[in-house]
């Protein structure tokens, strides 16, 4: 019976630098900066809705609206799903 051995990949042998990889950070372990990464763009996508939050700005009259006109508001993004959903 003959041995089938797998080809090899075109990209093996390209990446073959010695040394870190340039994800990892010396004297830290891959998975903390990973954890760090994350929670970094976490607290990034909360300060971006703290700061649409405030008097003025598009999320604040959104919510606005939303309270004023529960059923308006209702309407508009139902039409909006069909609208879009009938593009597809």
Same mark, same amino acid.
């Given at each position: 019976m003959p041995d089938f051995s797998d080809p090899p990949f075109i990209y093996e042998g390209v990446d073959n630098i010695p040394g870190?990889?340039?994800?990892? #950070?010396?004297?830290?372990?891959?998975?903390?900066?990973?954890?760090d990464s994350v929670s970094r763009a976490i607290h990034? #996508?909360?300060d971006t809705i703290d700061t649409a939050k405030k008097p @003025?700005?598009?999320?604040? #009259?959104l919510s606005n609206?939303?309270?004023e006109a529960p059923l308006g508001s209702?309407?508009?993004a139902f039409v909006? @799903?069909?609208a879009i @959903? %009938? %593009?597809r």
């Open positions: 870190e990889k340039p994800t990892e #950070i010396p004297g830290k372990k891959p998975e903390s900066s990973v954890s990034a #996508i909360q @003025g700005m598009p999320l604040s #009259i609206v939303a309270r209702l309407l508009v909006l @799903g069909i @959903g %009938r %593009r």
